[in-house]
């Protein structure tokens, strides 16, 4: 009973006079606008509060770990898509651009830290020509490695905030997704403290993102 009540799972900026909000709400997520004027939830004409789908965007259970980051008005998140909570899923919506997401897989992005949008393009005109950013960071079980047990890995990932899909076996998929391990052990006998449980993203300004630096806790699992 106490896990039907509605957890809120995402609060976000959307733009200067609202923020965007996802709960899980009773296992049936959904996402509402906050005026922040008035700090209410914004109604339509009849006065009923405009609700969006939250699947995709918001876990089901409230003991699924999510991370999440408004981009220009487009949501980028890290969750899971599904009521048992086997597919999760990196995905983008919002706007008017078309919805893209990772691809379904029971070994992937299992558990959510935190995520994170570095503006890499910067300055205007940069003559690299880079494209922005949006880093997610997640642990799950690596495949890699034959054990008698699963092996957690931690991961970071991250997606161009420019990616436009691709075509045939790629529509609606991303085509700039790339993973890699991230790597924390004892400096004197190397034992591995493979869970990442957190994360901080300290910068010095949007001008300056190459000076930026990824703070992370790590646990063992064993």
Not at 9 to 37: D, R
Not at 89 to 107: A, D
Not at 131 to 138: G, L, N, P, Q
Request: proline content about 4%; hydrophobic content about 35%.
């Amino acid at each position: 009973q106490r896990d039907c009540h509605n957890y809120i799972k995402l609060l976000l900026q959307l733009n200067s006079t609202h923020l965007y909000t996802c709960g899980t709400c009773a296992f049936s997520p959904a996402c509402a606008y906050i005026n922040v004027q008035h700090f209410s939830l914004e109604r339509d004409a009849s006065g009923k509060v405009i609700l969006e789908d939250g699947k995709g965007r918001c876990p089901f259970d409230p003991e699924y770990r999510s991370t999440a980051v408004m981009v220009d008005g487009e949501l980028y998140a890290g969750t899971v898509s599904n009521f048992q909570g086997n597919e999760p899923t990196i995905s983008r919506s919002q706007e008017s651009r078309i919805v893209l997401k990772t691809e379904n897989s029971l070994n992937w992005l299992q558990a959510f830290v935190g995520s994170a949008y570095l503006r890499e393009s910067l300055p205007a005109g940069n003559p690299e020509g880079d494209d922005d950013k949006v880093y997610f960071f997640f642990s799950e079980t690596g495949k890699e490695f034959d054990y008698f047990e699963n092996t957690i890995v931690s991961r970071i990932a991250r997606v161009c905030k420019g990616d436009q899909g691709g075509e045939r076996v790629l529509q609606r998929r991303w085509t700039t997704f790339l993973k890699a391990q991230l790597l924390c052990s004892h400096p004197e006998d190397g034992f591995p403290f493979n869970v990442l449980q957190d994360i901080f993203v300290l910068t010095p300004g949007e001008l300056h993102w190459r000076e930026t630096l990824f703070y992370g806790v790590f646990t063992s699992q064993w």
